[in-house]
């Protein structure tokens, strides 16, 4: 399983037994293979499910979708330019006014996400507002860095859900 | 929260609560209240898992309860050690070990969802509101073989955004002819 940015690092997660019994299942590989692909499904949803949870508090709505590449594979993902944009962050940069003759933002606001946070928060604009006729030196944002979060929080539940999937089918 | 889970909850804290108060008034050494703790846990999730409609001592049941209990033993170990270093009885120990009476809720709701290969179960720590969610699964079982609607329901004051966005992307989660789609 792999979010869209990053599905490399699986290859780096420590694996966790997963216990077959013996009598009901090990010599039906329709079933183990089901149990399998359900676990896989059902963690790629609770991969969505924290994606999701980054932007409960945004008034535009952003959708993720699951798609599925292979047997036993799962990508989660989306192609909203902003959710991307703060998943990668952006490095310091320049800003200059286009369609007006100035710049003006308020400053002293609070982020509605945090860098490795899979939720997000009311936020706040700020209060104090500037206005510049002049380029503006932007600090960049910092990564959010949700795809990898969620891939190290789900690889390690991951074992779990497909045991419970296991479970499921004895 | 549901009504049944809350009564094993206050059962399990009556019970942990016990045994801290022996470790605390050292009647019982840190190694003697480990093992009392790890059996009050076990027959904890097993009360949970039966009051959730699996028996105990089926494969599955003890399948279910070897790996709830493992993990809750594995929090404990680090618990024993910190208590075993430090010099005196310490009051956040009490709160800590309360903690412990919300992990019940994983093998009850393992029951309770007929052991559905569900993505997650209220009470597993997956959530930002970690063991405190209140949170439920609500199944719907249809027509057909294995056919299943399953909602993640939020507790009244369950806010947490995973819990949020666990309520609208699982609504339903659809399991049909025993594979989630």
């Given at each position: 399983m792999g979010t869209a940015a990053n599905q490399?690092?699986?290859?780096d997660m420590k694996a966790r037994a997963i216990r077959i019994p013996r009598d009901a299942l090990i010599l039906n590989p329709e079933r183990i293979a089901r149990a399998v692909e359900n676990g896989m499904q059902a963690a790629a949803e609770g991969v969505r499910a924290d994606f999701y949870a980054t932007t409960n508090t945004w008034e535009r709505g952003v959708s993720f979708t699951i798609s599925r590449p292979g047997a036993f594979r799962r990508i989660i993902g989306t192609d909203d330019e902003i959710w991307t944009m703060l998943n990668q962050g952006t490095k310091p940069h320049l800003i200059y006014p286009r369609r007006a003759k100035a710049l003006a933002f308020a400053t002293g606001g609070r982020a509605k996400t945090k860098p490795r946070v899979l939720g997000s928060s009311a936020g706040s604009q700020g209060s104090t507002f500037v206005t510049t006729r002049g380029p503006v030196q932007h600090p960049g944002t910092k990564a959010r860095e949700w795809d990898t979060t969620a891939q190290k929080k789900w690889q390690q539940e991951l074992a779990t859900v497909v045991q419970r999937s296991v479970d499921s089918e004895v | 929260m549901d009504e049944r889970l809350r009564r094993l909850i206050i059962r399990m804290l009556a019970r942990i609560g016990g045994a801290m108060d022996a470790l605390e008034a050292e009647r019982i050494t840190p190694q003697q209240w480990a093992a009392q703790f790890a059996s009050v846990l076990a027959q904890g999730h097993a009360d949970a898992l039966r009051a959730g409609?699996?028996?105990?001592?089926s494969p599955v049941g003890r399948a279910v309860l070897t790996r709830t209990v493992a993990t809750q033993l594995h929090f404990l170990s680090g618990f024993q050690a910190v208590i075993e270093d430090a010099p005196q009885f310490e009051r956040g120990w009490k709160a800590r070990a309360g903690m412990?009476?919300?992990?019940v809720g994983a093998p009850y709701w393992a029951g309770r969802t007929k052991?559905?290969?569900?993505p997650a179960l209220p009470?597993?720590?997956?959530?930002?509101c970690k063991t405190r969610c209140g949170c439920a699964w609500e199944v719907q079982q249809l027509e057909g073989d294995n056919n299943y609607d399953c909602y993640w329901r939020r507790g009244k004051r369950d806010s947490c955004s995973t819990c949020i966005a666990r309520e609208r992307a699982w609504a339903p989660l659809r399991i049909r002819e025993g594979r989630v789609i």
């Open positions: 490399g690092r699986a290859r | 409609g699996v028996n105990p001592a412990y009476a919300e992990s052991l559905l290969p569900l009470k597993d720590g997956s959530t930002l």
